[in-house]
């Protein structure tokens, strides 16, 4: 008989006024008790729609009968069989627009917590509470697959080839993988131990991961054909914040996301700062400066309300507590400089379809951060004849093999559609999966 209260459990988190002042991670996940409760609320539907909204196909309700059973063993197993990094997308999916959007409890009440439960599981694997580990790895099929990038396209790519007899070598261009789970998300909302323990998971399954090396004009994608390799998945991200185009952009003081996020703490951007972008990594970028030391902090954004910016809700909540000041319906149109030179002002417009602005103020300000949207750098597609590009500059592929116009090379993740999600890039790679297989197959 299912526990038919209304709400969820609610996600234990670290005080607002303390967690200001430290990277650790805001949410504290579900323990054990919580968690067999929170399952106990899921209806088992016959047709379950929230698989439906999974990208990857998760086993929702399957998973969720064993955790509330009990047997947390049991429940790992399933969700790890659908999902390489089930403790990172049950910490950073966009649960409200895919499983949970579509959770028939959410219809009257609250959707069935299926992230925190996912993470709920992950994590207990992770803390090495059971002997489930990587499943064998099936026959080796005799063929080897490069992958380029080892963020969640290119693992998740990379996975789901090993679990059809392929050799995967994962090359990457920084010293640590992981893509933006390492270099981009922070540590309090996704620890680095989180992301290396999931990492070596797949690593001790049998995918071989070379960090520290740049596919580009001196080591290409041909070299990778030459090398013996039969196809090649490029998951190579879209590692540059586009620019914004407004007077003062250059100025001393204006930084974008990614030259901020990576920054050690202890690092300051001064007292105010103001955020440019409307998605999780511009929330990022704001929330980290406010753990800079940063005492206010303005996220500046298009969304029509802080309800509607394309980052998860409850971090979006968790920032207001912070003491974020989220500016909706309104885009920069010019940094000011002081008289030193250096960034003193943001002007910021609300413009309306017709081009008219309704709304114009100045913030003044020490930094300004450009987190607006990110698009793929350019060298991949530079160094590789043959291989197109879309019109808003990343890597043109198949929606559905991730087939590319140069045979043998395909892609997928945040490289074919600019900054996107972690779980869209996940989808993207092992669609490309099973892309190459056929490929290679037909051969
Ligand atoms: C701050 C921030 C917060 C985010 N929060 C969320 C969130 O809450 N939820 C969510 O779903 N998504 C979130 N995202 C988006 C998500 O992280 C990305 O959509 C996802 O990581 C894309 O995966 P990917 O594998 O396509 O690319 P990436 O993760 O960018 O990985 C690409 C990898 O390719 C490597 N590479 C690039 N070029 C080369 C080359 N030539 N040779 C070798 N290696 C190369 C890079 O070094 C990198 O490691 C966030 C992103 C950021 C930046
Ligand atoms: S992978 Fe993401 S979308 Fe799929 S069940 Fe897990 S949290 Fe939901």
Not at 374 to 400: C, E, F, I, K, W
């Amino acid at each position: 008989m299912a526990n038919m209260r209304m709400d969820k459990n609610p996600m234990p988190e670290q005080d607002p006024a303390l967690r200001r002042g430290n990277f650790d991670e805001v949410a504290l996940g579900y323990d054990r008790e919580t968690a067999m409760d929170e399952a106990a609320r899921c209806l088992r539907c016959k047709v379950p729609k929230c698989v439906q909204g999974c990208p990857v196909s998760v086993p929702i309700p399957a998973f969720i009968a064993q955790v509330a059973a009990g047997d947390m063993e049991a429940a790992y197993a399933a969700v790890a069989a659908a999902n390489d990094l089930p403790a990172v997308c049950g910490r950073l999916c966009h649960q409200e627009d895919r499983c949970e959007g579509q959770c028939i409890r959410g219809i009257k009440g609250e959707s069935v917590a299926i992230g925190a439960l996912e993470r709920f599981v992950a994590d207990w694997h992770l803390a090495g509470r059971t002997a489930q580990d990587a499943p064998p790895a099936p026959e080796p099929n005799g063929h080897s697959v490069a992958v380029i990038g080892s963020g969640p396209a290119g693992l998740a790519c990379a996975g789901e080839l090993l679990r059809r007899g392929y050799d995967v070598t994962v090359f990457d261009a920084f010293r640590h993988p992981g893509g933006m789970l390492t270099h981009g998300v922070p540590s309090f909302r996704l620890p680095r131990a989180v992301v290396e323990k999931e990492i070596a998971r797949l690593e001790r399954a049998g995918v071989k991961i070379v960090t520290g090396v740049q596919i580009d004009e001196n080591r290409s994608i041909d070299s990778l054909f030459e090398e013996g390799f039969e196809a090649v998945f490029i998951g190579a991200g879209a590692g540059v914040n586009v620019p914004l185009n407004i007077p003062g952009e250059d100025l001393k003081g204006v930084y974008t996301a990614y030259q901020t996020l990576p920054l050690a703490e202890g690092v300051s951007l001064g007292k105010r700062v103001a955020v440019l972008g409307s998605g999780d990594m511009a929330l990022d970028a704001a929330r980290s400066a406010v753990r800079y030391g940063a005492e206010q902090v303005w996220l500046i954004c298009r969304a029509a309300a802080a309800e509607a910016l394309y980052a998860r809700k409850e971090d979006v909540a968790r920032a207001q507590a912070e003491g974020i000041e989220i500016l909706p319906d309104h885009e920069a149109a010019e940094i000011l400089a002081g008289p030193d030179g250096r960034v003193a002002g943001v002007r910021a417009v609300s413009v309306e379809p017709d081009g008219s602005q309704t709304d114009e103020r100045v913030i003044a300000v020490d930094t300004v951060v450009n987190a607006a949207s990110a698009s793929t750098g350019q060298r991949l597609l530079d160094s590789t004849p043959g291989l197109n590009a879309t019109a808003a500059g990343g890597v043109a592929a198949d929606a559905v093999t991730g087939a590319t116009s140069r045979v043998g090379v395909f892609a997928g993740g945040d490289a074919v559609t600019g900054a996107a999600t972690v779980i869209g890039a996940m989808a993207a790679g092992r669609r490309a999966a099973a892309g190459i297989d056929v490929y290679i197959n037909s051969r």
